[in-house]
């Protein structure tokens, strides 16, 4: 009996292996499948970094709408254009200048006073008569926004050469930098800060002003919808507040901790970019709430891989561009 169990459990024994075998294998394939998986799972991905002239906080960054140049703007007043192809700066000052923004061709910028229009394919560069000191552009071209001894916000149309000027409360002065100000992307509305609070304007409606509830912290950047029904403004504490101004009760909030830096709108697919300070989420990009039916914040933001504080950051389609400490500006790629 004992022999004819022996034997028997001998001759089970090649099964017995070769199915631990298969149970191996099938294991090992299951982990490369998951393993290429994950490799192959999407995501923003850093694709390529600069470094601008001055070793100083990048406070400013506009990725243009191809792709194909960054501009960027440190807080030493320095302005530089760069081709991203060619690895290469096309275009740029030293210093007493402004970002206001690029459009398909053009960056558009504020060189000691003077309004410029920059080729983003060339750097080739020409003087746009205006008169007012720009701080922003509307997106057509029509309305630009400027200041005046800093009390008075005036807007400028390009195409009557009309001069308006906007009715607001006398609360602080104006500062000059062009991310306290915004248009609507339809070109009828404009926002601008002081301090913890932003005014609102239709511009159909000069002496009627929209002022919204106070931040929690000073503002450092606001951003429109393409209506204005929403209002996206940013402040130090790391708030962003989405203020909608149909419906003051649907506005909502959320803080990312530290100080929030970097504000950025991408309308189309309803998300903001984010950058704050080293105390918070230094660089994430954040579903909004829908805007026909506002419903809470999603609970984390996607959060990109940056060590450091993030001062800027701009976000079209699967591109985004972010700028820190010590001149460094990151390109980033949905992939």
């Known amino acids: 009996?004992?022999?004819?169990?022996?034997?028997?459990?001998?001759?089970?024994?090649?099964?017995?292996?070769?199915?631990?075998?298969?149970?191996?294998?099938?294991?090992?394939?299951?982990?490369?499948?998951?393993?290429?998986?994950?490799?192959?799972?999407?995501?923003?991905?850093?694709?390529?970094?600069?470094?601008?002239?001055?070793?100083?906080?990048?406070?400013?960054?506009?990725?243009?709408a191809d792709g194909k140049t960054v501009a960027s703007w440190a807080s030493d007043g320095s302005l530089q254009l760069w081709s991203l192809a060619q690895n290469k700066k096309l275009w740029g000052r030293s210093e007493k200048t402004w970002l206001l923004g690029t459009n398909r061709t053009h960056m558009v910028c504020v060189d000691n006073g003077q309004a410029r229009r920059v080729a983003l394919a060339t750097g080739a560069e020409d003087v746009i008569p205006a008169d007012i000191d720009p701080v922003a552009i509307s997106a057509n071209g029509e309305w630009w926004a400027g200041l005046r001894e800093r009390?008075?916000?005036?807007?400028?149309?390009?195409?009557?050469?009309?001069?308006?000027?906007?009715?607001?409360?006398?609360?602080?002065?104006?500062?000059?930098?062009p991310r306290y100000y915004a248009f609507s992307e339809d070109g009828k509305w404009f926002a601008a800060c002081q301090g913890v609070r932003v005014i609102l304007w239709d511009i159909s409606k000069p002496d009627d002003p929209i002022t919204l509830k106070d931040q929690p912290g000073e503002i450092t950047n606001v951003r429109l919808t393409r209506d204005a029904t929403f209002v996206l403004a940013g402040s130090l504490g790391g708030t962003l507040d989405v203020y909608c101004r149909v419906n003051p009760k649907a506005s909502q909030r959320a803080s990312y901790g530290g100080d929030l830096r970097g504000l950025w709108l991408d309308g189309v697919n309803n998300r903001a970019m984010v950058g704050c300070s080293d105390n918070g989420l230094t660089l994430g990009i954040q579903q909004l709430p829908n805007w026909r039916k506002p419903s809470a914040y999603p609970s984390e933001p996607v959060k990109l891989p940056v060590q450091g504080e993030t001062w800027s950051c701009c976000l079209r389609e699967k591109m985004a561009a972010s700028g820190h400490l010590q001149g460094l500006i990151k390109i980033w790629k949905w992939a």
């Open 151 to 177: 009390t008075t916000i005036f807007l400028w149309n390009s195409k009557t050469m009309k001069l308006v000027p906007l009715s607001a409360p006398p609360v602080v002065a104006y500062r000059p930098e």
């Open 1 to 64: 009996m004992h022999e004819k169990g022996a034997i028997q459990k001998a001759q089970k024994q090649p099964h017995m292996r070769r199915r631990e075998f298969n149970q191996a294998l099938l294991a090992t394939g299951f982990a490369l499948l998951h393993g290429r998986a994950q490799a192959a799972k999407p995501g923003w991905k850093l694709v390529q970094e600069l470094r601008h002239s001055s070793d100083i906080n990048v406070e400013q960054i506009d990725l243009a």
